[in-house]
């Protein structure tokens, strides 16, 4: 039986951990062979060790040096890069009088400067062989969140990024998208919970009771939308932002 990503290779963001974990998984399953780049390098080798064939490589994706030569290592080591899948990102809440200029600098650094960075280095060889999938991680934050100016501002930036790349990148047979998760259960989750004074299990409890279908997301929620997006059954859709939420925000 052939997997969906036979043949290809996917690029993953953030890979060690929550969401890039559990997409690196879903993609390798389904035949990809995968590099993780994460700061962490111990942390993303030992997730590639767990996939056939994976890599993993210590990146700071805010480099652009580093992120051109690790996306050209993927390149030279695995053959191609077919699929981007922009997850990195690192929370600095706080409410708008209490963030400091660093707070500000380091998430729009991470989402937004990490995903462009990620991109243009990536359509280098996606442009070449006229074939990619860029898929960019935002969120429902996205429309605003109290206690993350930073954060949101950076996931609404990466939607207007994301549609600009479907504009420009489309004619090379490239498709760029965007998934929104809502409340997924995961360590950054967890965070905001002890944030606003909760323990985790109470916070992920009170937000399934509110969400339509009456539980929280998990990664592989996320997962499996990103690798429909990034195969080649959704090539006509582009420029689109897929939220993953459960219907909290119907």
Do not use: C
């Not at 767990?50 to 210590?58: D, N, Q, T, V």
């Not at 100016?149 to 090379?172: C, D, M, R, V």
Request: aromatic letters at 6%.
């Amino acid at each position: 039986m052939t997997g969906r990503f036979d043949g290809r290779v996917a690029i993953v963001t953030g890979g060690a951990g929550g969401i890039g974990r559990a997409t690196a998984a879903r993609l390798a399953g389904e035949g990809a062979r995968v590099a993780i780049l994460d700061r962490a390098g111990d942390a993303a080798e030992a997730a590639a060790a767990e996939l056939p064939g994976a890599l993993g490589f210590a990146v700071d994706v805010t480099d652009a040096a580093g992120v051109d030569a690790a996306v050209d290592g993927v390149a030279a080591e695995l053959g191609s890069v077919d699929v981007l899948v922009n997850n990195a990102g690192i929370t600095r809440d706080n409410l708008l009088f209490r963030m400091g200029d660093d707070d500000w600098d380091a998430v729009i650094g991470v989402h937004l400067r990490g995903a462009f960075l990620m991109a243009r280095a990536a359509q280098r060889h996606m442009v070449a062989a006229r074939y990619g999938r860029i898929v960019s991680l935002t969120s429902v934050a996205a429309t605003g969140n109290r206690g993350q100016a930073n954060y949101s501002a950076a996931k609404a930036g990466l939607q207007g990024f994301t549609k600009t790349l479907a504009i420009e990148l489309g004619p090379f047979g490239i498709t760029a998208n965007a998934v929104g998760p809502g409340f997924i259960a995961t360590e950054m989750t967890d965070a905001t919970a002890r944030r606003v004074g909760m323990e985790p299990d109470e916070y992920r409890a009170q937000t399934a009771a509110i969400t339509p279908v009456r539980r929280v997301g998990e990664p592989a929620d996320v997962a499996a939308t990103i690798a429909w997006l990034a195969s080649e059954e959704a090539g006509f859709v582009t420029g689109q932002v897929v939220y993953v939420d459960g219907g909290l925000d119907l």
